[in-house]
């Protein structure tokens, strides 16, 4: 009886008073919401909306205005970024290179209602990612860059990228290395990613996006402790671990001496060398290369001519490698490198009868491979690089480079500059070359070798990339430029 009468009683006619009437209606016009909007960084985005008043078409109306990124905090929060209230649009964008959404909102007074619409803007830059190339030129340092289109597939070569940039990074003195890389768990701030510049005159740190300098930027201040004034690395290198982002680098001074920074350890390097077997020990002279799976690192003892390593990423010394790994003693350490899966492969020559020796080994395990390489002039080498994907060794002597198999201790000639010199050479380390499929063209090129030579003339310089097929066939060139200096580092900005 109580279910029949509530349902007499919903079937009731309402006799409300409902009088609806139209309200001013706001639309937009003169806005791409399909396509969107690009901008330079640093550049002035400018919009002029029309907006079409159903009710208003003299516009003398009251409403308010307001631009808008929609962005996110460092907890994933949503953060309404008011940019302007003004009704049209003129801002200097100085956001992190990427793809936003912009939001105009008009709220009409009168009725107390606000409309709204969107649009995609992309933030971009003209050194957004590409290689970075180091050069000398007449005993000073210059960094060129082939930057990358996506939109493309292209590069655009940019000679002296730091001054197109209006960057004021020191650049006296002859150079060393460049080197990109994130070294925190994050990309976001200028704090994260370093674009490390090495020369005799220090090593610096550029603005991630910008390539802008200021003196905290000098390593010096990556360091704890009393870091001289003049302090000027000759090497760095990178390295992850544990599922973790990049938590660990080592550098080198140029007078023997190695020092590791850690995410796990302060975020830092420490002033004291690692190069000791004891924490408080005398320091050894260590080669400037080095290897690590992101925990043990791999080092090479010059005094004592025997591999040392760090045990951990939290090392504070260095203990022999040993007996057991079975890695050879008594040799010179030439050059020292790893694969993508954490396979070392170092260089040795006999200091009584300059022989060169290939040694190939998983890091922090027991020697694969150890073998007198039998090359072409192989005594005369000065540039090396081992193939990520086949293990072929290739190295430089004067103008020629040479391919060798260490399964058929074969060597095959590849590329004959002529009278130009090879000055640099190199299979790149993409970090972000298996991550994701967006990146899938890091996993292609990190198979190209890189090759730089130099002639006789200061813009002689020219860097080349070729495709490494397998059964020791004819390396291919897929990309060449030209009008550098003379080449001596090559580092990719990835995203």
């Known amino acids: 009886m109580l279910a029949t009468m509530l349902t007499i009683a919903s079937c009731i006619k309402d006799k409300g008073n409902y009088n609806y009437h139209a309200i001013n209606q706001v639309t937009f016009n003169n806005l791409d919401t399909v396509n969107g909007y690009q901008v330079g960084y640093g550049d002035t985005l400018k919009l002029n909306p029309t907006l ?81 190339l180091l050069s000398n030129v007449g005993g000073q340092s210059r960094l060129d860059m082939l930057s990358y289109k996506s939109t493309t597939n292209s590069f655009t070569k940019y000679i002296d990228v730091l001054k197109k940039m209006g960057s004021t990074v020191p650049m006296n003195g002859m150079p060393y290395q460049v080197y990109c890389t994130q070294y925190t768990t994050s990309d976001v701030t200028p704090e994260d990613y370093g674009i490390f510049i090495f020369n005799s005159a220090g090593g610096n740190r550029i603005d991630q996006e910008t390539f802008a300098y200021d003196p905290i930027d000098n390593i010096r201040n990556l360091f704890v402790g009393n870091v001289p004034k003049n302090f000027a690395p000759v090497h760095i290198f990178q390295e992850g671990a544990f599922g973790l982002a990049y938590p660990i680098m080592y550098t080198f001074d140029g007078g023997g001496n190695v020092y590791g920074y850690s995410i796990f350890a302060g975020s830092a390097f420490h002033y004291s060398p690692l190069n000791t077997y004891t924490a408080t020990g005398t320091p050894f002279h260590v080669a400037p290369y080095g290897v690590s799976d992101g925990s043990t690192g791999i080092f090479y003892n010059s005094d004592k001519k025997g591999f040392v390593t760090a045990p951990s990423y939290s090392s504070t010394f260095l203990v022999d490698a040993g007996a057991s790994l079975k890695y050879p003693t008594g040799y010179n350490m030439v050059f020292m490198d790893k694969d993508y899966n954490n396979n070392a492969f170092a260089i040795l020559q006999d200091p009584a009868t300059s022989n060169m020796y290939l040694l190939r080994f998983p890091i922090g395990g027991v020697a694969t491979y150890f073998q007198q390489i039998i090359g072409t002039d192989i005594s005369s080498a000065n540039n090396f690089a081992v193939s990520p994907t086949f293990g072929y ?4 002597v004067g103008g020629k480079v040479y391919e060798y198999d260490p399964s058929l201790q074969t060597s095959i000639l590849m590329v004959d500059k002529g009278s130009s010199t090879i000055t640099s050479m190199s299979f790149q380390h993409f970090f972000n070359s298996t991550t994701s499929t967006v990146n899938q063209k890091y996993s292609t090129w990190a198979n190209y070798l890189s090759v730089a030579s130099y002639g006789s003339s200061s813009t002689s310089g020219t860097f080349e990339l070729y495709s490494v097929p397998p059964i020791n066939e004819q390396i291919v060139k897929v990309n060449g430029w030209t009008g550098f200096g003379q080449i001596v580092s090559v580092s990719y900005r990835e995203r």
Do not use: C, H
């Open 52 to 132: 079409n008043l159903s009710q208003d078409k003299n516009g003398t109306g009251s409403y308010i205005y307001a631009w808008s990124w929609a962005l996110t905090n460092k907890f994933g929060d949503a953060v309404d970024s008011i940019i302007t209230t003004s009704k049209n649009l003129s801002s200097v964008v100085k956001l992190v290179p990427g793809i936003y959404t912009l939001q105009y909102r008009v709220k009409d007074n009168g009725t107390g209602v606000t409309f709204q619409t969107r649009v995609k803007v992309n933030v971009t830059t003209d050194v957004y990612e590409g290689y970075m």
């Open 393 to 396: 060794l290739f190295y430089s």
